[in-house]
DNA sequence: TATAACTGCTTACC
DNA sequence: ACTGGTAAGCAGTTATG
């Protein structure tokens, strides 16, 4: 096996993690795995003070190390871990710790100021946060990098929901924290425990580093070596700070003018991607077309960046002029038809950069170098958005608006070639139609090769669902192809809803579209066990992401706001419930599972799958009588269009 | 008192 | 320190007949 090129850099490291009391701070133990198999833990069993010694004697020993949530005190919410508060006047509560620590190496630090014993911790301050370093050592701290946007869609496709160590590495590893448990279970546990507990952290921090041959660690690597930025700093900066220097350098190479365009940095919206109404119905033969990375494509065609849009030179220049339809400025907030070109001069700098990446992942896809082939890919479907981003150096909302309005003059163009081959478009979103029974696979390659003339764009044939369940709703669609079934963006399949309406929701599509049977009688039977009451409650439990911390909700009387005050929860964390009845229990969540509510979870289950009854043709008012539950308007976008009932072929 | 319209939030798609 | 917009559904509030 090739040894990862991210070891070649750290050698021998070690991950550790530590424990503490939640209100005094004492340290109370700590663990050490490093990445050949060395483990060790420590206790606080007479003296805090020798834990303390133990855990610098280990950390002096490697040059990196790794931790979880390590080295940088996010937020000074902490509000005494009282529940009487938790509202907006807790600044003046007694109880709010001002400079709360909440990461491993602050603890360490404050514990050997506290102790009067010589520290190597280095703390320093920026605005509200407090960061953390061991001076002449390197250190990563492993959830900032599992808490980059780019690595949880990019990489792991939004396989964990929460930025636990618990939930990572349940999602990646398949395995958790010690028996489930967490930090306010510690010292319930026997001393063997404790170490077990203590120990199982590190192990699953040193596991993460190494998942997937390095992938992760490999591809921020990657992305020090294209961007000239520290390995360390990579880890703990994102896309604005990347593309940020990358544009800086070509600036400071006379490469490109700095930027000349500025900005208000109020965070308008600009206007997106064009999604098609959908002809709701259910197909077979549908073949999914996809523009390949539409957005760097327009960008490049179009010398879209932040030096060429309205540049100095071109202004009065015809030809620099954005030759598009008025309708493709409709609802524009930074651009129009007259009041921006495009310099005819120069070659801007972030279509520079593009074709040199985009000419270098492929290189490197050749070579096998997977890591830097993602570093690319990352660099370059994140390229645009930056633009948009109002904290980048580089903002420019001009660029990104004009890179989406191309983007949709692109999916309209392709349309009319669509039309014109005599396929019938039933759906499309940003980058891709869906077509219903294309005329022949040779029309498709025609398609595809006027789009490639035409537009200069590749078409690829992403999916050829035998069967296709389209929803009346914009992004919510089924499709089945050789026997998979890929169910996208329905209700009953979002992470929000309980299990058991995931479960049956699931099963009930499998029945209609794979296996051919009549999905009723499980549904029946779902909606009576409901009733009965016999369902397990952890089948019903509910789940919110708390977006803020509760007390920063702009609206404080949402659900998320509520139920986050009245457990003490915090942001980032997932909050589990019941739904209950407020006219029978005054709130209409509860903890207490003999509150459920079982008629919210019957019109829950109905609404997630009542629409595809109705599009397969059962009958969804008499069912709905039946099971005593609402029926839901939804729009009809069908225009009159005949829904199709032919064989799967 | 009932319902529509609206806001805020979470989750998903691209 | 932080890539973007589009869109669905739900809880909860406010306007309206």
Redesign the pocket.
């Known amino acids: 096996m090739k040894l990862p090129k991210v070891c070649q850099i750290l050698g021998e490291y070690v991950a550790f993690d530590f424990e503490w009391d939640n209100t005094t701070h004492i340290m109370l133990a700590a663990s050490f795995v490093n990445n050949l198999g060395s483990k060790k833990v420590y206790l606080n069993s007479h003296s805090e003070i020798a834990l303390l010694e133990n855990i610098k004697a280990e950390l002096l020993e490697y040059s990196w190390s790794i931790g979880w949530n390590s080295n940088t005190s996010f937020e000074n919410n902490n509000n005494g871990g009282t529940s009487n508060g938790g509202n907006l006047n807790d600044i003046a509560n007694d109880n709010f710790i001002a400079d709360d620590v909440q990461c491993d190496l602050g603890v360490l630090y404050e514990r050997c100021e506290t102790n009067g014993i010589d520290n190597i911790i280095f703390k320093s301050q920026?605005?509200s946060?407090a960061y953390y370093s061991i001076p002449g050592l390197y250190h990563i701290d492993l959830y900032q990098v599992y808490n980059?946007?780019?690595v949880?869609?990019?990489i792991y496709n939004?396989a964990y929901?929460t930025h636990k160590l618990d939930d990572v590495s349940k999602a990646l590893l398949r395995h958790g924290k010690f028996k489930g448990l967490g930090g306010k279970d510690f010292l319930k546990l026997s001393i063997k425990d404790r170490k077990k507990y203590s120990l199982r952290d590190s192990e699953l921090v040193m596991e993460l580093s190494k998942h997937s041959n390095f992938e992760v660690l490999d591809a921020m690597l990657a992305i020090s070596e294209i961007t000239g930025l520290d390995f360390e700093r990579v880890c703990?900066?994102?896309?604005?700070?990347w593309w940020g220097v990358l544009f800086d350098q070509m600036i400071q190479n006379g490469e490109c003018p700095e930027p000349f365009n500025t900005f208000d940095r109020e965070?308008?919206?600009?206007?997106?991607?064009?999604?098609l109404d959908p002809k709701q119905g259910l197909y077979h033969n549908t073949v999914v077309v996809?523009a390949a990375s539409?957005y760097p494509t327009v960008s490049i065609h179009s010398n879209l960046s932040f030096d060429t849009v309205n540049c100095k030179c071109c202004k009065n220049n015809s030809r620099a002029k954005v030759k598009l339809n008025d309708t493709f400025f409709k609802?524009c907030k930074f651009i129009s038809k007259n009041k921006c070109w495009i310099c005819q001069k120069r070659e801007g700098a972030f279509p520079k950069k593009l074709k040199i990446f985009r000419h270098e992942r492929l290189q490197q896809k050749k070579l096998g170098n997977g890591a830097k082939q993602l570093a690319l890919k990352i660099l370059i479907?994140?390229g645009?958005?930056?633009?948009?981003?109002?904290?980048?150096s580089y903002y420019n909302?001009m660029v990104?608006e004009l890179v989406?309005t191309y983007g949709r003059y692109t999916l309209t163009k392709m349309q009319d070639i669509a039309k014109k081959l005599g396929f019938h478009i039933i759906y499309g979103?940003?980058?891709?139609l869906f077509l219903n029974n294309p005329p022949s696979k040779i029309t498709l390659s025609k398609f595809q090769k006027l789009c490639k003339e035409k537009l200069d764009i590749e078409n690829e044939e992403k999916n050829t669902y035998n069967t296709l369940i389209l929803?009346?709703?914009?992004?919510?669609?089924i499709g089945y192809e050789n026997g998979l079934v890929a169910?996208?963006?329905?209700?009953g399949?979002?992470?929000?809803r309980c299990e058991f309406v995931k479960e049956t929701f699931n099963g009930l599509i499998n029945s209609i579209i794979k296996n051919n049977t009549n999905p009723i009688p499980a549904l029946e039977k779902a909606m009576y066990t409901l009733e009965s009451g016999k369902v397990d409650p952890k089948l019903l439990k509910k789940?919110?992401?708390?977006?803020?911390n509760p007390k920063d909700?702009?609206?404080?009387?949402?659900?998320?706001?509520?139920?986050?005050r009245a457990v003490g929860a915090k942001k980032g964390e997932?909050v589990e419930y019941f739904?209950s009845n407020?006219k029978k229990t005054g709130?209409?969540?509860s903890k207490n599972y003999r509150h459920i509510d079982i008629s919210?979870y019957k019109?829950?289950l109905w609404?997630?799958v009542s629409?595809v009854l109705e599009i397969t043709k059962y009958p969804v008012n008499e069912l709905a009588e039946k099971f005593d539950v609402r029926t839901?308007k939804?729009?009809n976008n069908n225009d009159g269009h005949v829904m199709q009932n032919l064989p799967a072929v």
């Open positions: 920026k605005g946060r980059k946007q780019m949880q869609n990019t939004r929901r703990r900066t994102n896309l604005t700070t965070s308008v919206k600009y206007k997106g991607a064009l999604v996809d539409l609802g479907n994140g645009y958005g930056v633009f948009g981003h109002t904290k980048f909302p990104a989406t979103d940003t980058d891709s929803s009346a709703g914009k992004k919510h669609y169910i996208v963006g329905y209700e399949k979002k992470n929000d789940s919110i992401r708390l977006g803020q909700y702009k609206s404080q009387t949402c659900q998320a706001a509520k139920i986050g997932l739904d407020i709130r209409s969540w919210k019109q829950s609404n997630s629409e839901i939804r729009k």
